[in-house]
């Protein structure tokens, strides 16, 4: 096999849940573009649909748009059956939704119970249901990988300093901070990954954690230098920029690899 088999993903179907916002859009576009077809899953299903139509017409792909809400099971169990029957099968699941209810970016001497297992719920129990179902089809084909998405607040506490200054459009009269909620969630799913990868040894059912770093999207120009500061890059990634990762997750190019970690943070943890 040469290096560009490896590589190859033409034809496997690839389950995206988060799929229409700033990277899993990108994800979407640039797995299509290497001839997969995508199934595009989201809380808008006019998003995922105008999304299918745009990587339809592109690159001649079959993509899949499904409204999913990861907040019910039901949505989540019904993504993989509409997946098998459009397809019969899949090959990968990348879980990259993420919920932000209200109340998300309360101060944490005010933050609600309620709030806290909504976060809990959409950011972790979510993606622990979605793998659960991925798995009882993954043992059925004899194969399959998942990557899910971390944050480089689930490896290290957020460095709440970066904020000092940034106009908190939530909360104007409290200091703006990274949330409670997403540290602890992005931190779980680091385990969840783990655990799945030595429940599932020797099912060539591979599990991987993409944790990217911080994207520029248009942020205050304050926390973008405050941010920057702290990578050994100098800057935040651009949103293409984990593109190449997630082909080689869900490619054969990473066929040794599973319960790892691959940290793109721009250097950001290295120090």
């Known amino acids: 096999m040469n290096t560009k088999d490896f590589f190859d993903i033409k034809q496997k179907v690839i389950v995206i849940l988060g799929a229409t916002g700033i990277l899993g859009s990108r994800y979407v576009d640039f797995l ?3 001839g997969a077809n995508i199934v595009i899953s989201d809380l808008s299903f006019e998003k995922c649909e105008s999304l299918a139509l745009e990587v339809m017409k592109k690159y001649g792909v079959d993509p899949l748009p499904i409204k999913a809400d990861i907040t019910k099971e039901e949505d989540i169990i019904n993504v993989f059956e509409l997946t098998i029957k459009k397809y019969g099968k899949f090959d990968s699941l990348i879980n990259n939704a993420q919920i932000k209810p209200e109340g998300f970016y309360a101060p944490f001497e005010k933050y609600s119970k309620d709030t806290l297992m909504k976060v809990l719920d959409g950011n972790l129990g979510a993606v622990i249901i979605s793998c659960r179902e991925a798995c009882k089809y993954f043992l059925q084909f004899g194969s399959g990988s998942i990557i899910n998405i971390s944050s480089t607040y689930g490896n ?3 460095d709440q ?7 908190n ?3 104007p009269d409290e200091r703006f ?3 409670v909620s997403y540290g602890v969630t992005k931190a779980g799913i680091l385990n969840l990954t783990r655990y799945l990868a030595s429940y599932y040894r020797e099912k060539n059912i591979r599990v991987n954690t993409l944790t990217p ?3 520029f999207d248009n942020h205050d120009e304050l926390f973008n230098q405050s941010y920057s500061s702290r990578t050994l890059l100098g800057r935040m990634a651009k949103a293409d920029e984990y593109n190449a990762a997630i082909l080689f997750l869900v490619s054969e190019a990473s066929s040794y ?7 793109i943070d721009g250097g950001w943890t290295a120090i």
């Open 156 to 158: 290290i506490g957020a």
């Open 161 to 167: 300093r970066i904020y000092d200054g940034v106009k």
């Open 213 to 215: 770093g911080g994207v």
């Open 32 to 34: 299509s573009s290497k």
């Open 257 to 263: 690899m599973t319960g790892a970690n691959l940290i």
């Open 169 to 171: 459009i939530y909360f």
């Open 177 to 179: 901070s990274s949330p």
